[in-house]
Each structure stands twice: as structure tokens, then as C-alpha cells.
């Protein structure tokens, strides 16, 4: 798995991820194949496919959830979930995942993110959708 400290760091390509080289890890680009900007700012460093948290961290820094509907990904965790940045790094926030811990995920307001489902606006102040 990538090494925990590196899931959820910026990335261009999927080797930016993979210290030390050999580890298989991913990168979800800032932009997408059609040119448009996608909801992660910067890249973020993962591993796309994990069946399991084992896969993502020995330690929990990092944790493996559904995206969606197009399969899982390791994920950083952070404490205090829909509070802010918390312990993420810029345009990204602890998102409440139903654990007694966040992952940081593209925050609502930050350049390129997906808009809020319908019913919900973004709370700048805690970067969730409300």
C-alpha cells in the first residue's frame, strides 16, 4: 500500500505516489481526460481498488471507502469530521463518513468541486455540503 503519510498528498502522475518506488499507489489527477478540472485540487495520492483497510495503512492513517459508484480508494483520515480542514491539507476537508473519524476529502467550495446534491448548499465555514 502507499505509505500512510502519502495518501491524500498532492500528485500529478501516479509515480509522485509511489515512495518508495515499487509501492502501488495512484493518483487522482487535478484534471480530468476531457481537460476539465476535477474535484481534487492538487491530485491526490491513494490507491484505487483497496478491498480492505490493510490495504491503505497498517495504522489507520488512511482508510478504504466507496467512491461512488465506481469502486473504493484509501483515503486519509483526520480527526474532527465536518468540522474544517482539520488535519487535511488546503481546499480539502474532514468529511463525516459514519466512523468516529473524518477523511479528507475535496472541500464544497474549493476551485473545481463537484456542486452539493440538490437540497444542500455549501458551508464554506466547514467546506461540507449541508
Known amino acids: 500500500p502507499p505509505p500512510p503519510e502519502r495518501t491524500g498528498e498532492s500528485c500529478t502522475v ?8 515499487g509501492t502501488i499507489a495512484d493518483c487522482i489527477p487535478s484534471t480530468q481526460q476531457d481537460g476539465g478540472l476535477s474535484a481534487y485540487v492538487g491530485g491526490y495520492c491513494t490507491r484505487l481498488g483497496c478491498v480492505n483497510n490493510s490495504e491503505c495503512s497498517a495504522d489507520g492513517g488512511a482508510l478504504c471507502f466507496a467512491v461512488g459508484n465506481v469502486g473504493t480508494a484509501c483515503f486519509r483520515t483526520c480527526p474532527q469530521p465536518a468540522l474544517g480542514q482539520s488535519t487535511c491539507r488546503a481546499s ?4 463525516e463518513v459514519g466512523l468516529p473519524v473524518g477523511a479528507c476529502l475535496p472541500a464544497c467550495d474549493a476551485t473545481g468541486a ?3 446534491p440538490a437540497g444542500q448548499t455549501c458551508n ?3 467546506g461540507s455540503c449541508n
Open 14 to 21: 501516479d509515480l509522485d505516489c509511489q515512495v518508495p518506488l
Open 92 to 95: 480539502y476537508a474532514c468529511a
Open 114 to 116: 463537484r456542486p452539493c
Open 124 to 126: 464554506p465555514t466547514t
